[in-house]
């Protein structure tokens, strides 16, 4: 039996991965760093701490801390404007609400986008809680961000999905014991996804 239902937001419920991974080369540009190939993909998933240590492993020369808040105020700008929602959202949560699952986000996005995004989509009405991965001491892959999220539903991870499209997200639904489903986005799923 499903108790509940956790959704990743970027690349998942909204089309925004293209926007995060245009965003890299003008800031990394304004502080005169080339963009490293790779960079993009190496950080799709992630916030925080993590974020950082991965674009200090690129481009060590940066602020790491700098290029992280600018990248999220660029975003916030252009999320603005509104993303595409992905095809069959509509469907899903729809579909999930008539069966009386309950549904919430956890996403390494602000709690600001979130709300934003889940807005302008039109589908803010059928998520409950929504969590940020932003200042978390242990983001994605670690399982906290689900954990937490699970607790505040009074949901079991082992009756909870947890939809996700990266690599670092397949990981933490699965390290937290959840039903952990893939939706490829940007990235193809790895042996890890494929068989946990």
Known sequence: MIDGAIFDMDGLMFDTEPIWTRTWEPVLATIGIEYPEGLADAVRGTSGKSMEAIINRYAPEADATYVREKA????????K?????????????????EQGIPMAVASSSSLDVINMNLENGGVGDYIGERFTGVGMAN?????D???NTAAAMGVDPSH?????????????GVAGGFITVMVPDMLAP???ARWS
Do not use: C, N, Q
């Open 145 to 147: 961000i689900f954990l």
């Open 190 to 192: 790895d042996d890890f």
């Open 139 to 143: 983001p994605k892959p670690a399982p």
């Open 81 to 97: 404007k509104g993303a595409p929602k992905k095809p069959g959202l509509d469907e899903l949560l729809a579909y999930l609400a």
């Open 160 to 172: 909870t999905l947890v939809f996700e499209d990266s690599l670092s997200g397949v990981r933490a």
């Open 72 to 79: 999220y105020e660029m975003v916030h700008e252009e999320l």
